[in-house]
């Protein structure tokens, strides 16, 4: 609910996040492999590392681009546990600009989750990845030199009380072609897939 608020405030109306459909990746079509391509490092093909989000990002969003149907939901979400001691503090990663756009990449969400029982403990993080698949493609901090009281969320290290979508971020989703989200359709708008314990 606390991302749906976020989203709420976008221009037009804004967005809403809605599912039905919570399954277990091993329940579903998509299967993850034991490498993948690195496309931050060279494109080098990497062993997955379970403490990297990233490896869990490329790992995931290539398994989903080898689905017949990948676009049947607009966007897919895998929420693992939160990773700790890996080599960054990155909470989430998603794919830019891929929400309505079926010739890009894989369109998926990476959520860590620290309290398994209250997901929305990262809402900021979690809008502020929306918003990259949503069309802001960068971040903030390349248009402002400073955000003030940690409010923006499309900047780069998203502050715990962040609500506020800048001028620039608004511009850019806007800027993208969105109008598969405008049509009420038959079938799923999104799935969260959790990984098998």
Known sequence: EGVNEHLENLDNGGFKVEYEDVVKLGQSDIVLQNTYVDRIN???TT???P???FSHTFTFQEAVQKLTDRNAVDIRILMIKEVRGGPDLTLATSEETCICN???FGCVGIFSIRYLGQWSYHKNVFAHE???TLGMDVHDDQFY???PQDKLLMWS???FDANVWSPAAKTRINRQDNSCLA????KDSSAILFPDD
Do not use: A, F, Y
């Open 157 to 159: 290290s998203v502050g």
């Open 42 to 44: 060279g494109n080098k």
């Open 47 to 49: 062993k997955v590392d």
């Open 183 to 186: 049509v009420v359709r038959e």
């Open 102 to 104: 079926p010739t890009w």
């Open 51 to 53: 403490n990297n989000i």
């Open 130 to 132: 929306l918003g990259h």
């Open 145 to 147: 030199n400073s955000n």
